[in-house]
């Protein structure tokens, strides 16, 4: 998709001759600092990407469908778990999350483009080149006597198994580079972004009346400036460690594998929550347009998603609750992960409460958006039930958890990362995506999705810990083991419905015009796609909903907020 | 308030009905478990796994009463406010909020939480601040890279990969206190119905019990990725009678020597034992043999299985671990010692002496 | 085309922060957040080596140096507000104090890690201290040289006479990051040389 040309029109700038060259474009692409294409490049390494995690999870559940099986040696298992987690979640969920953000927040606030152009190519370079450099230890990581290739160490990367005495060769070096480089890019993405929500709104749009996915995206890239920066440390450490004979985490030298786990974990909880938060947003843009109500109780979710940035910040020894911490800590992290729930739940509700009363029109967008509301609710009780500690206890390290997360990333954040997907994608190219398609895509992937999780949080219950290449007979796990293969089948055809969808549709897709879902906000004002200056003449805004305002000058909604 | 199946619980949230109840299901959960290879945590047999199984009940209770509703009114709106096909395309009544509504299902989930926080320290407290009584056992437990290592320091001895405990009841109460320490990577000890996983940490010493209340044999595995063959860690925990652990107990103290009478094939295996690295790692009580990178030696043939529960422990078996122990467990710690075939019968016929 | 009625009441003029320095606050957030992560490990082992030299055995408090640094702070406000004023002379010397503080500051970091590791053999594999110890100056000395990169480059372009009054706002941004390797400076060296030894 990258080497397509888009079709603008009435751009300004350099006219486009019909028949531009390959590397013409190519060229065009690659030194672009225009936020919408560097959305659509973000979607697309993240569309890549999630094709390669994808098949190291098929590999590790043909592995697992059956107890004892050779299909994969323990080293290539280790390192399809390891290359997995961290591939789905630094290079598939953050990469796509912020492509629709630097693509939307643009031009949902009224600006032209982001605060600092260039910051966001080279933000977005650093993170498709720290993916590029974590695979290429496929090829590079070998090192004497075969030690080495890709990373096995698991995404969380535990010391002191990365320590250069249990990881020879530099496969944790890669994973440790891979994703210091990515983190740059990171920071720099937040600061872009925190600026432009703060500094480039357009006359009229106060805080109080930015869109939520403006809101949403503010707390996220606020907390990214806090959430990546300790695993940078961390990794920053752990460089020291293996390359110059430092001992941050050696635990011969009398340093601390469980200081690891904090720092991972500073970074690594609330990162999920970095996660969720846009795809709420994408939520909350399409549930109030497909129910034909404004979103129930914008100011509560505002402060919802701000509470939920901060206290996520203090929850995250959550996931050491079996590393021996005093009875008062764990008992405090229980605490905080408890009340961290809170926010984060009565989001249903008001989600709920723009539905209540509705006509809601069941186009896909909406469907993945009804499927999130039913799958984050349960994917939010697991996490109740991991929350309390000594449940924790017996779930932590098993088949629950991975079930657990699986819901909330897949069932949530994917789910709303498809409906993001049939809901803007006409507004990003101008076309429709077929329906009938996307009917497929939801139906199959919604099967696959309940056969693989939910069936998956009974093994974990049985007893079987996670990162493990193959398992015991006897122990009842075997018939669930191969369900939730089979449910991966499921989902893999339902992915190949959906990029067939997207390739299909760019050139055959219904024309879509300006506003193909009677939406409210602003960038559903300007043609699809966007010209490259977004707007001919700077908006003012009144409301929230200023195209409400706009089709109904006889009941607008600055009139009620 | 006690059943049949010989256990007690206390449930201080639940009325009696829902107590009597959870008691028949475990019942249930436990009789289907028994002398089986079931690893479920909710057939505990244990009290600390009590604890958390009775916790974990009450979580699934209200978790399972929220989701019921929201998800009975997630349904409910998604049906009722469909739009019709005769609809008449008029805009919906278009309502910002309501801060009553708003402020009831805030105070509402406080008080859930309140709730779970309460009920979840008591048992954090009840299990992690047990106070350690008189008469208890402890071992030692160290994590290697891929085995057990289990020392008790109350008789004098080292063995591997199969735990011994007496069986403790309410009468004669006899937990076993386990220090968990690791030799090298991040470990984990779950045995999930005798308690909850905890970690074994290198230079970070943690702490478990257990109180088995059924002899029998417990399994579980390593539940912290520790490398290549996490997969393989596996535990055997035999809980015995006290008559049948005292023997046990007695037969561990012993300790051959190195002069005790073998046949010849055994003796010359026991020479090249002693003449070959295998003394650098593994340990044979009272011989030369004093190494502690590998499981001591002194009482294998003892143990049902080796390689840290995944094969039986027979003749041929341990031939073909001695001979390449990456055929049966690919990335294993221990070398192939290139002995030829004749050394290997001999060391074979020695390790089979080492009852 | 705009479909937004431009029929608004009259309204205060739409008055946003700037980019820059809303940008380098947020660039300053996330370097704070590393700086603790450090701060904290470097807390967390103090007394914990297991072999070497203690922190008292070998750690000369470095006041000349810590003299330097914090003036430069003075001295680049006195540069901005020249500036804004349109005083390109002084604000070339001010700069260039400023510039030569850091590097006094930088040279004086170097001469004591030198007679740390040639003198007294304390290096980042020693022990715990030596780990934490060089990592946490090291970071805040790698942050002063990036400092004294983009000092150099706006001295370069003011010797140049590129640099006019207007730019007052853009050198005020740069400014706010050699303040807050100042305020690093003054956390690191509490902990290091006040409450660590």
Known sequence: MASDSVPISGAIGLPKEAGSTWSETLHEWVITVDHKKLGLMYIGSALLFLVIGGIEAAIMRIQLAVPHAHFVSPEVFNRMFTMHGTTMIFFVAMTVLFGFGIYLVPLMIGTRDMAFPRLNAWGFWMSFFGGLLLYFSFIGGDGLYGAGSAPDVGWWAYAPLTSTAFSKGHSTDYWTIALLVAGFGTVATGVNLVTTIITMRCPGMTPGKMPLLAWMYLVMAGMLLFTITPLTAAQLMLMVDRYLGGHFFDTQAGGSAVIWMHFFWIFGHPEVYVLIIPAFAFISEIVPVFSRKPIFGYPIMVAATVAIGFVSMSVWAHHMFTVGMASYSNAFFVLTTMVVGIPTGIKIFNWLGTMWGGKIRYAVPMMFALGFLFQFLGAGLTGIMLGAAPFDWQLSGSYFVVAHFHYVIVGGILFSVFGAFYYWYPKMTGRMLNETLGKWHFWLFLIGFHLTFDTMHIPGILGMPRRIYTYEPGRGWELWNLIVSIGAIFQTVAILCFVVNLIWSYFRGRPAGNDPWDAWTLEWAVPSPPPAYNFAVIPEVRSRRPLWDAKHPEDPDWKYE | ?355 | MSPIPANMPAQAPWILPSRGRVGMFCLIAAEAAIFTIFIVAYIFYLGKSVTGPTPRQVLEVPIFNTICLLSSSLTIHLAERALERGQIVPFRVLWFVTFALGAIFLGGTGLEWHRLIYTRGLTISTNLFGTTYYSLVGLHAFHVIVGLLGLGLVLALALASKLKQEHAARVGVFALYWHFVDAVWVVVFTVVYIIGR
């Not at chain 2, 299901?25 to 009590?50: G, H, K, L, M, V």
């Not at chain 2, 990969?161 to 004669?172: D, G, K, M, R």
């Not at chain 2, 470990?187 to 905890?198: C, D, E, Q």
């Open chain 2, 1 to 355: 308030m006690r059943v049949a199946c010989g256990s007690s619980m206390k449930l201080r949230h639940l009325p009696q009905l829902a107590g009597a109840w959870l008691s028949i299901a475990r019942c249930f959960a436990q009789s289907a478990a028994r002398n089986s290879t079931s690893t479920s945590i909710f057939a505990p047999d244990s009290t600390p796994a009590d604890a958390v199984f009775g916790l974990s009940i009450f979580v699934l209770v209200v978790t399972g009463v929220i989701f019921a509703i929201v998800f009975g009114l997630l349904l409910y709106a998604a049906i009722k406010f469909r739009r019709r096909a005769n609809d008449d395309r008029r805009e919906p009544l278009q309502i910002y909020g309501s801060d009553q509504l708003e402020l009831a299902w805030t105070v509402i989930p406080v008080l859930i939480v309140i709730v779970l926080f309460m009920t979840s320290a008591r048992v954090i407290h009840s299990v992690q601040d047990a106070r350690r009584p008189p008469q208890s056992m402890e071992v030692t437990v160290i994590g290697h890279q891929f085995w057990w290592e289990y020392r008790y320091p109350q008789y004098g001895f080292v063995t591997a990969n199969e735990l011994h405990v007496p069986v403790s009841n309410p009468a004669h109460p006899m937990p076993t206190f386990l220090e968990l320490r690791s030799a090298d990577t991040d470990h984990s000890f779950w045995l999930p119905r005798l308690a909850g996983k905890t970690d074994l940490i290198p230079n970070h010493p943690n702490s478990t019990w257990i109180d088995p209340h059924e002899t029998g044999l417990y399994l579980g595995q390593c539940a912290q990725y520790c490398g290549t063959q996490h997969a393989k860690m596996l535990l055997r925990a035999y809980v015995d009678s006290p008559a049948d652990f005292d023997r046990w107990v007695r037969a561990q103290q012993q300790a051959p020597g190195d002069d005790t009478p073998l046949s010849p094939e055994a003796a010359e295996g026991r020479r090249v034992f002693n003449n070959t690295a295998c003394i650098n790692c593994h340990a044979i009580a009272g011989t030369a043999a004093d190494g502690r990178f590998g499981p001591d030696l002194t009482h294998l043939m003892s143990r049902e299985t080796i390689a840290s529960g995944i094969s039986l422990n027979t003749g041929e078996t341990l031939r073909r671990w001695v001979q390449n122990p990456a055929a049966i467990k690919p990335g294993a710690l221990m070398p192939a010692m290139n002995l030829t075939d004749k050394e290997l019968d001999e060391v074979t016929a020695y390790l089979l002496t080492l009852h």
